[in-house]
């Protein structure tokens, strides 16, 4: 077992949301991005905390909540090894995607592609979103003028 600490770097940024953490895990209860996964704690801004891990490579995932884990969400490749690990991030200002919470230092080419596919299906949410908003309003101005 080794020890795995996390520092969510102070941010004006969704600075009163708490980030959840969540490490791989088979036998975990929640499932984000088709990963199996166990909580291990809740970051409030500026707050740092450290869990006990495995020593093999693991996921660890930042979300703010279960609606929006399989979009907002970013995970940091935590490597196989034996000595304890110290990972820091900080929410980033993206509105569409609901500031996702971004790993310092991660160049994992699976991870940015990821993000950009994400960014994608928010968008389209986003436009779904407003279609519906709009036609709505429409269906409602025409009714009232009847």
């Known amino acids: 077992m080794r020890k795995l600490t ?3 770097r102070k941010s ?3 600075c009163l949301a ?3 953490i969540y490490i791989q895990d088979p036998d975990g209860d929640t499932r984000i991005n088709g ?4 909580f291990l704690g809740k970051l409030k801004n500026g707050q740092s905390a450290t869990f006990e891990i495995g020593n093999e490579s693991l996921k660890l995932f930042a979300i703010y909540d279960e609606l929006s884990k399989d979009f907002c969400q970013n995970y940091y490749t935590v490597p196989a090894g034996e000595s304890n690990l110290v990972v820091s991030g900080a929410p980033q200002l993206d509105s569409l995607r609901g ?5 310092d230092g991660v160049t994992d080419i699976a991870l940015l592609e990821e993000r950009k596919s994400n960014k994608k299906k928010t968008f389209i949410l986003t436009i779904s979103g407003f279609i ?3 036609t709505g309003v429409v ?3 025409l009714c009232w003028l009847r």
Request: glycine share 4%.
């Open 6 to 8: 996390v520092i969510r």
């Open 12 to 14: 004006h940024v969704s």
């Open 18 to 20: 708490g980030i959840k």
């Open 35 to 38: 990963v199996n996964c166990k």
């Open 99 to 103: 500031n996702p919470f971004y790993f």
């Open 132 to 134: 519906v908003a709009l």
């Open 139 to 141: 269906i409602a101005m």
